[in-house]
């Protein structure tokens, strides 16, 4: 295998290397719900299986999942990098990341306590660091999983035969279940702790062992109890393995994963399309402008570079499959854009759908899928078109999928949507989808799903297609749970007695359509598309008038040009002209001149001609040959004049040779002169029609074309423009995409019973229950049936391979990975396989990928996998490497120190989204200054141009540095922050902030508030002081668990303990601009730093804020009084 085949071969090894060394997660009380309870316990403890609560009943039993040696994420990622590199210990980088527990090894248990032989999972990293002691391979981690699952096994069944030999003993006729002790457990944990090293044995240690205890009807025991099983080491490994094996095979991946592993774009191949103005005009030509667009309002349209951005999604990928890296600061529109980018997909589906002659002509023959009747659709109308919205970060997957389905997502002026709107109210329900006032959110359609875990597989199944009119508390009770479910799914039956029956779900809604006239569904189907394609007709129409303007502002542009260029020509020539007539004129005059000596020359020598005529005597002379004397002095008199008269004679030959030359001249240019005056006129016409032809683009009501008028507008006015739109075009392409919905629906109801059987199974798919009768091939055929109804699906790319089981290469159409500046490389290999089309969103310089593998031992399998820094998570994400090869983007110049500016590095982007409309200053000009070098501009602005900042109240003012100096610390929490924290909090109790209307008799919104930190355990200490003090609606959390949300206040509470205690954690959270960016950007409209200024405000990009803050010094003493 070549050098350059083996690298994709080498990156995967370098990747499944790195998540054997994942730290698995350990449930958390977060975890639980009614049917659900997370114990941690210390050996001694009562265990759930002896304990009255888990005590099982005749309808009830229960499912305990067993973690064992559960300790902070901290302590287990030291012990693995001791026991590989006894003599290194965490930086602060690692030490403030790892956060949470993680766990050794799990296993499920029955509701008696007796362990389920082959589900035991030891963690992978205790292994793979016992094989590095060893020098074994890494590749055989695998083995010595499976062989540990054995040996588990192993000893389940000596402890059965314990058990049987017992019952002989006693004579019983019955065996009595033995559940595990602590010894039994403890056993099994020492076991695990032994591959770690002596180092586990540290009497500091807190180990603990958590148990969920799942509360399951005892007719879904055995299942609960498969699925129970449903633990992991890493999300990743199994794809990872899967693709080193098709590498291995040397079977080429697609198109998208082919190029996510390969080479970097030199930088000859990149283009700036910030500077390089020709490229935007190209990206953003009306011939790429979409026929549809997200409804949203007409009169915020997308700007310069959104269009940008979206128009080289849909017409690269379009046409071919690949991979587009999209930068997106904070603010700048990221998901507005993708929700035009699926409008579009949906569309280019719908036109698919309109070329057929009737709705049953959706479908292949009927298969059989687990002994049922099923109707695959056709590939011509299906393929290509899912679309998955994945991320890393939970609440970006959540913005777009529960957003989408909103009502408020479509702009009141285009009436009421509906796109089996009340199925969607059901799924919110099911998913507990609340609005900003904890009320269930009103829907329009079921046009995406929040999927990704089995928990919300479950719950989305739960409101979409249930069988039964049936009371809300059996429905739920039903559903069951399994080790994936982090809600509570039967919480609902306390509705009953006010909801005894739910609303119908898409089951229903079918079968009462299959009941209709079937021959009215048809009519509808035909009406619909017919409208459709009228739809798409004006748009066309349309867009060739506003193609006519464009390319009459672009040849005004050239042809002005020409214009300039000949009209140059034409007075360079005129000139000439003119001095040739000047000449010509002159050497007239001088002719005219000359002639006239010449004449009086002719004149004189006549005259002394006439004088000269010889009389008799010398005639006489003559005869004899001599010359009087009267004629010697008459001949010499002649000489003089005959010599001027030849003098003249030739000057005038001469210049009237030069006067002929010259009119020559003077003529020939007249004539060259002729048919240019005549191509400048013709210009002239030109020019006007296409004024004429441009005059009527404007008249549209676009105001700006990708033409010289508009790179001559100051950047942030260039920035802000929306080109070669107009109101009521982007209403017409709003109303495509919403006929589009339509004809989707109305195929849906004119094939009611076919998507009956076909939804069926699909339901059967999510819930589980067709977990044995459903083959892997037939899977992809099953989301097909799915995306027809569901156009979009989201899920974290850490359920990606558990939610597409069976979904091989290439097998979904496109997908769109958020906040991918969070995902570590590795994460994403998988989903890209499966997709043939990405665009990877983000921002590098927003919150970097987090894993718990020590930075140390990631450079050391780097080195022995031979691979490049390019593919390593410690500096690199998901979004770099999609950047690296997008060809069209921006340079940000960028600087580690920013007393270094003079000679900033430069990052590369993929295509730049640059308008901000979330913050006010001086949040937005602080994060513009220290991460973007100036290129954001704001989106808010007022009919001149200046930042127009919200309206809003606030009793603490503006914001400002609070800088407190904290006299009781315990690193990095500091008391007196917290203790003013709490302060204002009072305050704002007391006069809550909001959002002015413009009305006195309407306050407008109350103001969100977030109390972030970078630090875990000042959060850790935050909590619980705003519990105790009644605050309800504060969302407090670190950094890394904001990325993607806003509010309009946020205090950010820097902690950490004065002089060289705490500045290695200052000097950490200082170390790049990206964690102050996230943090600061989340305020909309007020931010409130609460530390010490001067431990912190001399930092590198903490001066930048400093700078643009007020500090309001205050007094330790006086803490609690802001």
Same mark, same amino acid.
């Given at each position: ?529 017919? &409208?459709?394609?009228? @739809?798409? *007709?004006?748009?066309? /129409?349309?867009?060739?008038? #506003?193609? %006519?303007?464009? +390319? !009459? ?118 004539? &060259?002169?002729?048919? @240019?005056? *005549?191509?400048?006129? /013709?210009?002239?016409?030109? #020019?006007? %029609?296409?004024? +004429? !032809? ?122 769109? @990975? ?305």
């Amino acid at each position: 295998m070549s050098n350059s085949a083996s690298e994709p071969l080498r990156v995967l090894g370098f990747w499944r290397d790195l998540e054997v060394f994942n730290i698995p997660a350990a449930p958390s009380a977060r975890d639980a719900s009614s049917q659900t309870k997370i114990t941690t316990l210390r050996h001694g403890d009562p265990l759930p299986w002896q304990h009255d609560d888990f005590k099982p009943t005749v309808e009830y039993g229960y499912v305990h999942v067993v973690y064992l040696g559960v300790a902070d994420t901290e302590a287990l990622s030291r012990l693995l990098l001791r026991a590989i590199f006894p003599d290194r210990d965490l930086s602060e980088r690692e030490r403030q990341r790892a956060s949470g527990n993680g766990w050794l090894a799990a296993f499920v248990a029955d509701e008696h306590g007796c362990p389920k032989p082959d589900s035991y999972l030891a963690a992978s990293f205790a292994h793979g660091a016992a094989a590095l002691r060893q020098t074994d391979s890494l590749e055989n981690v695998n083995a010595r999983l499976s062989r540990a699952r054995d040996e588990f096994a192993q000893r389940c069944h000596r402890f059965e035969e314990i058990q049987d030999a017992s019952v002989a003993r006693t004579g019983s006729d019955s065996a009595t279940a033995m559940p595990l002790t602590w010894d039994e457990l403890r056993n099994e944990l020492q076991l695990v702790r032994r591959l770690l090293g002596s180092e586990t044995k540290q009497p500091d240690l807190d180990w603990r062992m958590v148990v969920r205890s799942s509360r399951v009807k005892r007719r879904y025991l055995s299942d609960n109890l498969q699925a129970a099983t449903d633990f992991l080491n890493s999300f990743y490994l199994d794809d990872l393995d899967r693709l080193i094996a098709q590498a291995r095979n040397n079977r080429p991946f697609g198109a998208a994963l082919s190029a996510y592993l390969g080479r970097a774009l030199e930088q000859d191949q990149r283009t700036d399309i910030l500077v390089q103005h020709a490229a935007m005009a190209k990206l953003l030509s009306v011939a790429h402008l979409p026929s549809a667009r997200w409804p949203a309002p007409s009169e915020h349209p997308l700007v310069l570079a959104q269009q940008a951005a979206v128009a080289q999604v849909l017409h690269t990928l379009g046409a071919s499959n690949g991979v587009i890296g999209v930068n997106g600061p904070p603010g700048t529109g990221k998901t507005t854009l993708l929700c035009d980018v699926i409008a579009e997909i949906v569309t280019e589906r719908a036109r698919r759908i309109a070329a057929l002659e009737r709705p049953v002509a959706l479908f292949e023959e009927k298969i059989s899928v687990a002994g049922k009747g099923f109707y695959p659709l056709k590939a011509s109308v299906i393929a290509g078109t899912s679309i998955v919205v994945a991320s890393t970060n939970n609440n970006a997957v959540k913005n777009i999928t529960q957003e989408l389905p909103a009502r408020k997502k479509v702009a009141g002026e285009y009436g009421s949507v509906d796109y089996f709107a009340k199925v969607v109210g059901e799924i919110f329900k099911a998913q507990k989808v609340l609005d900003d006032k904890d009320q269930p959110l009103e829907g329009w359609g079921v046009i995406a799903a929040a999927l990704g875990n089995a928990g919300n597989r479950r719950s989305f199944a739960q409101g979409f297609f249930r069988d039964e009119y049936v009371p809300r508390a059996e429905a739920a009770e039903a559903m069951g749970e399994d080790s994936e479910s982090t809600e509570d799914e039967a919480d609902q039956a306390a509705d009953a007695a006010h909801s005894p029956v739910l609303p119908p779900s898409m089951k229903q809604l079918l079968e009462v359509a299959s009941n209709d006239d079937y021959r009215r569904h048809q009519d509808e189907w035909q009406a619909t598309k017919l &409208r459709f394609l009228a @739809l798409l *007709s004006e748009f066309e /129409q349309r867009r060739e008038a #506003l193609m %006519r303007a464009e +390319q !009459a502002a672009q040849s005004l542009d050239a042809e002005r040009g020409h214009l300039d260029t000949l009209q140059a020509e034409i007075n360079h020539m005129t000139d000439d002209i003119a001095e040739h007539a000047r000449t010509l004129s002159r050497q007239q005059e001088t002719l005219s001149d000359q002639r006239a000596m010449l004449e009086a020359h002719k004149a004189l020598l006549a005259q002394r001609q006439a004088a000269a005529t010889p009389n008799l005597q010398d005639r006489l002379s003559a005869l004899f040959g001599r010359e009087t004397q009267r004629m010697a002095v008459l001949r010499r008199s002649l000489e003089e004049p005959a010599r001027l008269l030849a003098e003249s004679a030739a000057v005038f030959a001469h210049q009237a040779k030069e006067v002929a030359h010259t009119q020559a001249e003077l003529e020939r240019r007249q004539e &060259r002169l002729k048919p @240019l005056s *005549s191509k400048r006129d /013709q210009l002239d016409k030109e #020019l006007q %029609r296409h004024r +004429q !032809a441009l005059d009527a683009g404007y008249a549209l009501g676009t105001r700006h074309f990708p033409d010289t008028r508009l790179w001559e507008l100051p950047n942030a006015d260039r920035q802000r423009a929306s080109v070669a739109v107009y109101a009521e075009l982007d209403q017409l392409r709003a109303q495509v995409f919403l006929q589009a919905v339509e004809l989707h629906r109305l195929s849906i109801l004119a094939n009611a019973g076919k998507f009956i059987a076909n939804l069926r199974a699909v339901n059967g798919m999510l819930m589980g229950t067709l977990r044995d009768k459903l083959p892997v091939e037939q899977r992809p055929t099953l989301w097909d049936a799915f995306f027809f109804v569901v156009p979009v699906v989201s899920t974290t790319l850490a359920s990606f391979d558990r939610l597409f089981l069976g979904m091989g290469q290439d097998s979904l159409g496109w997908l769109l @990975l958020d906040e991918a500046g969070q995902g570590t490389p590795q994460s994403a290999a998988g989903a890209l396989w499966r997709s043939r089309r990405a665009v990877i969103v983000g921002d590098p310089l927003q919150i970097e990928p987090v894993f718990t593998v020590p930075l140390s031992l990631a450079e050391d399998l780097r080195q022995r996998n031979g691979v490049d820094r390019t593919w390593s998570p410690v500096d690199e994400s998901v979004q770099t490497l999609a950047d690296r090869i997008t060809p069209f983007g921006s340079w940000v110049a960028m600087a580690s120190d920013p007393s270094a500016a003079d000679t900033p590095e430069r990052l590369w982007t993929g295509m730049p989204l640059r308008t901000h409309r979330r913050c006010d200053d001086p949040m937005f000009s602080v994060a513009n200054e220290i991460a973007y070098a100036g290129q954001m501009v704001q989106g808010r602005v007022d009919a001149q141009g200046q930042p127009k900042p919200i309206a809003f109240s606030c009793i603490l003012g503006e914001s400002a540095w609070m800088d407190v100096r904290s006299t009781q610390v315990e690193h990095p929490v500091c008391a007196d922050e917290i203790a003013h924290l709490l302060a204002c909090l009072e305050r704002l109790r007391q006069v809550p902030a909001h959002v002015l209307s413009g009305s006195p008799d309407e306050p407008g919104p109350l103001a969100k508030v977030f109390v972030i930190s970078p630090f875990r355990k000042v959060v850790q200490a935050c909590k619980p002081r705003i519990k105790q003090a009644g605050f309800s609606g504060i969302e407090c959390g670190t950094v890394h668990t904001f990325q993607g949300k806003e509010a309009e206040i946020v205090f950010f509470v820097l902690g950490t303990a004065p002089g060289s205690e705490g500045a290695g954690a200052r000097a950490w959270a200082a170390g790049k601009p990206n964690l102050l960016n996230v943090a600061i950007t989340r305020a909309k409209c007020r931010l409130y730093v609460l530390g010490d200024v001067q431990q912190w405000g001399g930092l590198d990009y903490f001066r930048q804020l400093r700078e643009a803050l007020p500090v309001q010094r205050i007094e330790s003493t006086a803490a609690s009084r802001p």
